[in-house]
């Protein structure tokens, strides 16, 4: 699979080019390394048209088929994962590791995805009738993926669509469409002409799918502000949607809690792949008790973890994904230098080219601060002091966003009574961010609407039909 040209979109079973090339760049350098086709309004009515007319025959493909092409497609993206994650390291920043990790990440959870069933529910059955509610495709699915982890979040998306019986059109960032490219080219030997479509470009094609009477159905990952626009947009032609939004996520580490052992733990959950995880620790609750502890581990830790280029062999993190996302990352450390806030490490940048932001971690600084109030979503930690639960529960829930939680400690009990207390879809406790397959993933407040993966996550692509049936009696 030759990996750095020859990108298509796929298109009703077929390779797509365009005439507007969209260039990639490589964060780790700044340089344009490869073009994707830059999709134009026709092209994507084309994938539209594919879409809709796959529909009522892949809708009525027994389950059975419909879950061996997504197994058939599971076995060819991990012959082709070693390649694959070379690519994906090249165009999002992450390590090598990184990206073969998310690799067995979207295996996993495409593999499992397929194994789930569509329920049937018995309302009712009485001596006059029967009252069953079955659930039926809705149709044209279009999936906005994000650049942060591109590969396995198309996974939260691709699996739940196409086992329902939908027909799908997938749209990655065009800071990270390369991969998905590829997916979709090895798509085209599994499915049907039309049943699996990938299309990129730039900031045109969201707003032009979330309007576009022929999708029946968006599900977008992203932030916030723009989640609130496709929700507006959709509202247009009524299309359901499912919206995965931002999270300023905290952790909270009470003070029986095993530092030497947790440390490892404690960190990656803030800052794995540079700390651009939706579901990451942003804010991280410390009990005055063990406080220093703590702060020193984390540093200390810290000193362990190279930033580099991933093509280094050494380097663990790599840089942010792109411009935009790192010059909001650098403003928030300003404002953080600008307030006389006390950095424990990183509070310099690094030199040379490329989006690098050194692990930084921030002392206690006050609860109304930017890097407090505002999710950062880079490499950037606020450590908060706190002496009594009550009121940091408070404090954690005295936010706009929703979507998870940690709580460390060696007391599972009072774990699960502070996880009944967070207004968060999710709730890890002492354990790295984990998604389940056949678990429900959604936001409270402003951090989503719907849900993804389980049956949930699979009745998310479908429309109840309920059959009243009357009794015939001879």
């Not at 060819?76 to 090249?90: F, G, M, P, W």
């Not at 947790?262 to 804010?283: H, L, T």
């Not at 450390?333 to 490490?345: E, H, R, V």
């Not at 979507?403 to 207004?423: F, P, S, Y």
Request: one cysteine or more; a negative charge.
């Amino acid at each position: 699979m030759e990996l750095f040209s020859d990108f298509t979109m796929t298109i009703d079973g077929k390779a797509v080019d365009s005439n507007n090339p969209l260039p990639v760049i490589n964060p780790a350098d700044e340089a344009v390394f490869a073009q994707a086709p830059d999709c134009s309004q026709a092209q994507l009515d084309d994938a539209v048209t594919a879409a809709k007319e796959a529909f009522p025959g892949w809708s009525q493909t027994p389950i059975e088929e419909r879950r061996a092409c997504l197994n058939n497609f599971a076995q060819a993206v991990e012959d082709n994962s070693d390649a694959l994650a070379k690519l994906l390291s090249t165009e999002q920043g992450k390590s090598l590791d990184g990206a073969k990790l998310e690799f067995t990440l979207a295996i996993n959870m495409l593999r499992k995805a397929t194994t789930l069933e569509i329920p049937t529910t018995l309302a009712e059955d009485t001596e006059e009738y029967i009252v069953e509610t079955h659930h039926v495709p809705i149709g044209v699915a279009g999936a906005i993926v994000p650049w942060n982890y591109p590969v396995l979040l198309m996974m939260f998306k691709l699996p739940y669509a196409v086992l329902a019986g939908n027909t799908i059109i997938i749209k990655p960032s065009p800071h990270t469409p390369l991969t998905t490219l590829k997916l979709g080219e090895i798509g085209r030997n599994f499915f049907p002409p039309g049943v699996f479509n990938v299309i990129s470009g730039g900031d045109d094609i969201g707003p032009w799918m979330t309007s576009h009477p022929g999708i029946d159905k968006i599900s977008f990952t992203g932030s916030t502000q723009t989640g609130k626009r496709v929700m507006q947009s959709a509202s247009s032609t009524l299309k359901r949607i499912t919206l995965e939004l931002g999270g300023n996520d905290a952790a909270i580490i009470l003070p029986d809690v095993d530092i030497k052992a947790m440390i490892e733990g404690i960190f990656w959950q803030a800052f794995d792949n540079s700390g651009q995880v939706c579901i990451a620790s942003k804010r991280m609750y410390i009990h005055e008790d063990i406080y220093d502890d703590v702060a020193n581990a984390l540093v200390e830790y810290a000193k362990l973890i190279k930033v580099g280029n991933a093509a280094e062999a050494d380097s663990v993190l790599g840089p942010v994904n792109n411009k935009a996302q790192y010059e909001r990352v650098l403003d928030l450390i300003a404002d953080s230098k600008a307030n006389g806030y006390t950095f424990l490490a990183g509070e310099e940048p690094m030199q040379g080219p490329g989006y690098f932001i050194p692990i930084t971690l921030i002392d206690n600084p006050p609860k109304d601060s930017r890097i407090i109030q505002e999710e950062q979503f880079g490499p950037v930690l606020p450590l908060i002091k706190f002496k009594d639960i009550d009121q940091v529960i408070e404090q954690v829930n005295d936010c706009d966003y929703g979507l998870a939680g940690t709580i460390w400690t060696q007391d599972d009990n009072k774990a699960v009574d502070i996880a009944k207390r967070l207004q968060t879809g999710t709730v890890f406790i002492n354990k790295l961010m984990y998604v389940c397959p056949f678990a429900s993933f959604s936001g409270h407040k402003q951090s989503g609407l719907g849900t993804e993966c389980g049956v949930e996550g699979l009745l998310e692509y479908t429309n109840s039909q309920t059959f009243v049936r009357a009794k015939l009696t001879n």
